[in-house]
């Protein structure tokens, strides 16, 4: 009986802690942001099958961020930018070309766009705007829809088959770390780093090839990493007393 009531106390102290954490309403719900970043994307996959920061290209992205709460952000984005990879940028154990990469001289280049929606949680309260240092950590995660138009030829005479040209529409799974920081009033300086995970293998056209030269069970994924400036937008609501009577306003 003891723990039955302890229990119930302790879910009731959550659901109150988290209600008055998740809807604190304060400056937050009454701030969006409107900006712009540049920054780069990367590929990894077949032909790249660990981050390589040399395979880096240049992105745009543009968003709007509403506050729905202190710590909750919502967020809606477009981004473009464009992909490359190359054999024989791949390292081996002892700083050469490994042998299935230096046999298969594939590369690949192309494209990305990609629409998506994210929630983004605010460790500090970024709207408090009394303190000296007016930043905050923040982590995202999301879902987004890409389009990829790639080309993707092999330098290997025996492996024309590789030679792919083509584009996809699918989902992918955005997440990753940023940090946002006050200029001020209105203006805000972004970093983000994010990852975003693919359920295709046909970013590089390759899943069907031999799966002595491929592996069609690594699905293929993308990156952008960038900095923003953005621009905050603040509404004065007008308390529910004065809405009730707007005598009180005159």
């Known amino acids: 009986m003891i723990n039955s009531s302890f229990y119930r106390a302790l879910l009731v102290c959550s659901l109150q802690a988290g209600s008055a954490f998740f809807c604190a309403t304060a400056n937050a719900q009454n701030t ?18 660990e981050f390589q920061l040399q395979n880096s290209r ?3 992205t ?10 909750i952000t919502l967020r809606a984005a477009v981004m473009a930018g464009f992909l490359r990879a190359d054999d024989g940028n791949v390292n081996g154990v002892n700083g050469s070309v490994p042998p299935l990469q230096a046999y298969r001289q594939a590369n690949t280049k192309g494209s990305v766009a990609e629409a998506s929606g994210a929630v983004e949680y605010n460790f500090m ?11 905050t950590p923040y982590l995202f995660a999301g879902l987004a829809v890409f389009y990829a138009n790639t080309t993707t030829v092999s330098n290997n005479n025996a492996l024309q088959s590789f030679n792919r040209k083509g584009s996809i529409l699918e989902i992918s799974i955005p997440a990753g770390t940023g940090l946002k920081y006050a200029l001020s009033e209105h203006i805000n300086l972004g970093l983000e780093v994010g990852v975003r995970k693919t359920f295709t293998d046909e970013l590089d056209h390759l899943s ?5 030269l491929v ?9 952008y990493s960038g900095v923003s400036l953005s621009y905050t937008f603040f509404k004065i609501r007008c308390p529910d007393l004065y809405k009730k009577n707007v005598k009180l306003l005159k």
């Open 208 to 212: 069907d090839q031999d799966p002595l």
């Open 32 to 49: 969006s942001e409107l900006g712009i970043g540049i920054g780069a994307t990367n590929y990894r996959g077949e032909i790249s099958p």
């Open 215 to 223: 592996n069609p069970n690594d699905k293929d994924w993308y990156y």
């Open 58 to 60: 240049p992105a745009f």
């Open 62 to 71: 543009a968003f709007y961020r509403k506050d729905v709460s202190v710590p």
């Open 125 to 135: 309260d970024y709207h408090y705007r009394t303190d000296k240092v007016h930043f």
